[in-house]
Structure formats: structure tokens, C-alpha cells
């Protein structure tokens, strides 16, 4: 949870989409996939992400990386960090992952929508 906590400096998160890079370690793949499963239901129920579910996808590759996107709604991204249920879930997870590749065992960067040609 400190790499999530002092990694993630952002302000105004109304409406910003977040892509979740998750490094698991191989051991642990249905133990977090357990996690995964009731992590956007877990922000929706308590209102901090948007009604659009998350998109899950599965790295094609030996070692499993998991990708998920949702969008916050405004507050969301601040009320989870310190909500215990979000917190429940965010915990045990960190011990699942690992770093690899020179790359940290999950991030989290936030995007805007834009759109093109209109």
C-alpha cells in the first residue's frame, strides 16, 4: 500500500480514467484474480467509479499481467483511498504482485477522454 499511497499524487480526478497495471506473481494468480473480481464492484457500489464497468484484460504472455480501466467520478479517487472496504481489498493484493522487467509491480497512470475530429 506505500507504493499506491506516495506514488499517486493527483488532484482533480473528476472524470479521469485510470489504467491498472497488475505484475502477478504466477503462484498467485487465483488468489488475485479473486481480488479483481470484486474490486470495481466494491468502487461502484460505493459510488467512486462511473456506471461504465471496468475493462479486464489478460496479457498474452507466460507471466500474468492483468490491465484494468474504469473512471473515477469527481472524489472518488480520494474517498477510496481511505475507505476500508476499497482498503480490503487494495491491501492483500500488493503481496500477490512483483516487480518485473525493470517495471514496479503495479501503476496507475490517469488519462482524460478527448475527443478527435468533432
Known amino acids: 500500500m506505500?507504493?499506491?499511497g506516495s506514488s499517486l499524487i493527483i488532484s482533480l480526478?473528476?472524470?479521469q480514467t485510470v489504467v491498472c497495471t497488475y505484475r502477478?506473481?504466477?503462484d498467485a494468480e487465483p488468489d488475485f484474480l479473486e481480488?479483481?473480481?470484486r474490486h470495481w464492484r466494491t468502487l461502484h457500489e460505493l459510488g467512486f467509479v462511473t456506471d461504465e464497468p471496468s475493462l479486464v484484460l489478460r496479457e498474452l504472455?507466460?507471466?500474468?499481467t492483468y490491465v484494468e480501466i474504469f473512471t473515477w467520478v469527481?472524489?472518488?479517487f480520494e474517498?477510496?483511498?481511505e475507505h476500508p472496504?476499497?482498503?480490503a481489498i487494495w491491501e492483500p493484493m500488493e503481496p500477490l504482485l512483483e516487480d518485473r522487467d525493470g517495471l514496479p509491480k503495479w501503476d496507475f497512470p490517469h488519462y482524460e477522454r478527448i475527443a478527435l475530429g468533432t
Open 35 to 37: 481480488l479483481l473480481d
Open 2 to 4: 506505500n507504493y499506491l
Open 13 to 15: 480526478m473528476a472524470n
Open 74 to 76: 469527481e472524489g472518488g
Open 79 to 81: 474517498q477510496a483511498h
Open 61 to 64: 504472455a507466460d507471466q500474468p
Open 85 to 87: 472496504a476499497v482498503l
Open 24 to 26: 502477478v506473481r504466477a
